[in-house]
């Protein structure tokens, strides 16, 4: 279940225009490698330990090869791509890498988590 609340937003460009109210997903608590650990050794034959092992190695190896510029495909699960934002410039020559803003993940679900996303139910939180 996906709890959402509304939430009012001006447009920048047009501040004089009346506030529009969206809808936003809130989290419902967390999930970290050790759940993730003890969740995946009761569906296995693998101790947790192992488990927390293999995930915490598959983040480390995520993030050299991220580092190297390579796109991560996790099979099935999705894959990984770093992006950047820049300030923009007049002329090609003027472009370098000083002009990075800041870097970005960005994640592409695979078909899978895509197919779950289209069978999500909702509930609307008023406060």
Same mark, same amino acid.
């Given at each position: 279940?996906?709890?959402?609340?509304?939430?009012?937003?001006?447009?920048?460009?047009?501040?004089?225009?009346?506030?529009?109210?969206? %809808?936003?997903?809130?989290?419902?608590?967390?999930?970290d %490698?050790?759940?993730?650990?003890? %969740?995946?050794?009761?569906?296995?034959?693998?101790?947790e330990?192992?488990?927390?092992?293999?995930?915490?190695?598959?983040?480390?190896?995520?993030?050299?090869?991220?580092?190297?510029?390579k796109?991560v495909?996790?099979?099935?699960?999705?894959?990984?791509?770093?992006?950047? /934002?820049?300030?923009?410039?007049?002329?090609?020559?003027?472009?370098?890498?000083?002009?990075?803003?800041?870097?970005?993940?960005?994640?592409?679900?695979? /078909?899978?988590?895509?197919?779950?996303?289209k069978?999500?139910?909702y /509930?609307?939180?008023?406060?």
């Amino acid at each position: 279940m996906i709890y959402l609340k509304t939430i009012g937003k001006r447009n920048p460009l047009h501040l004089d225009d009346p506030v529009k109210y969206y %809808l936003q997903a809130i989290g419902n608590g967390y999930t970290d %490698l050790d759940r993730l650990a003890y %969740l995946v050794s009761n569906q296995s034959t693998v101790r947790e330990a192992d488990c927390y092992a293999v995930l915490y190695a598959l983040q480390h190896n995520i993030m050299d090869e991220l580092k190297q510029g390579k796109i991560v495909k996790l099979g099935t699960l999705g894959h990984f791509k770093v992006v950047v /934002k820049s300030n923009g410039m007049d002329l090609p020559e003027k472009v370098n890498p000083s002009l990075i803003e800041r870097a970005k993940l960005n994640f592409r679900p695979g /078909k899978p988590i895509q197919s779950m996303l289209k069978t999500l139910s909702y /509930k609307h939180i008023t406060e």
